[in-house]
């Protein structure tokens, strides 16, 4: 049994609900790991053919990693965390059974991070995005240097992650970062039904599918070591704690 997500099954799909709507669900380090157990499961059982990522509750998605675990670690113990983030949203993007994200609210951080792992995104018309962490002091560190870089280019990932303001959903449909925008209450069944229509594909040739176009985008692999290097530098510094502590005491940081 889960504490922090919800796993459904019906007809061979596994809906994975992060389950902690009153910190906005909050990637903390135990839905990290039993959001990985949910993929291992998908991948292990045979009568599973494909999986929903969604978020519990009427307003987030996922509002980032759990910021309130920051404070404790040091720039090595950063490193630890992009690394283990990193890990779990491979193994989501190179399950070879397709994975949508229903992103039916706030997708920050490494809400927004764990959207892009999925194979595509569909988004309720409520939903934002953004990579926030330049407020905090910090920078992705669960994929999202890479991983927004090519979904939606340089010019304006870099963008989007040096403002870290949030864009609403018609602009991140505008620019590749979802697929489809639908109506909030309508969310869950069109992605029910799209997952539907491509679990009746033969499973081979979408498993085959998954990893051809995985091939196309991991030249670049080392990226994924320098972000978590970045990550930890940025992670030590006294910026890190300002805008950090800043969040927690619900204040503006006052950056020298
Ligand atoms: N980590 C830890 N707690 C978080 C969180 C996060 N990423 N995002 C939200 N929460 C918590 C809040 O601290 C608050 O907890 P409290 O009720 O115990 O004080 C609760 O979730 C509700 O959030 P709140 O900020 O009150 O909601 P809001 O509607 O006023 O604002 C957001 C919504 C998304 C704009 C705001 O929560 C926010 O900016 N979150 C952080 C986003 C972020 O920087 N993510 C990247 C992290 S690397």
């Not at 291992?40 to 990693?65: H, P, W, Y």
């Not at 949203?89 to 920050?108: D, H, Q, R, S, W």
Request: charged letters at 25%; glycine letters at 8%.
């Amino acid at each position: 049994m889960y504490s922090t997500i919800i796993a459904e099954i019906k007809t061979g799909i596994l809906k994975i609900i992060i389950n902690r709507p009153e910190k906005l669900n909050a990637l903390n380090e135990t839905v990290l790991l039993e959001l990985r157990e949910a993929i291992m499961q998908l991948r292990q059982d045979q009568s599973l053919r494909g999986a929903i990522i969604t978020g519990s509750g009427e307003k987030a998605f996922v509002a980032g990693a759990d910021i309130s675990e920051f404070l404790k670690a040091d720039s090595s113990e950063g490193k630890k965390l992009a690394i283990k983030g990193q890990e779990v949203f491979a193994l989501i993007e190179e399950t070879t059974k397709p994975i949508i994200a229903a992103v039916n609210g706030f997708a920050l951080g490494g809400g927004c991070e764990l959207a892009m792992s999925c194979h595509f995104r569909y988004a309720s018309d409520r939903a934002k995005f953004g990579q926030p962490e330049i407020n905090l002091g910090i920078i992705p560190g669960y994929g999202g240097t890479q991983r927004l870089t090519r979904l939606i280019g340089k010019g304006r990932a870099m963008e989007m992650m040096m403002k870290g303001d949030m864009i609403d959903v018609n602009e991140a449909f505008r620019m590749g970062l979802v697929n489809k925008i639908v109506q909030h209450e309508q969310l869950m069944h069109e992605v029910e039904e799209i997952l539907k229509f491509i679990i009746s594909k033969p499973q081979p040739a979408l498993a085959a599918l998954i990893q051809a176009v995985n091939a196309a985008e991991h030249h670049g692999i080392n990226g994924f070591e320098k972000e978590a290097e970045a990550f930890a530098s940025a992670f030590s510094s006294e910026e890190m704690k300002e805008g950090v502590t800043a969040f927690l005491e619900k204040r503006k940081p006052n950056f020298k």
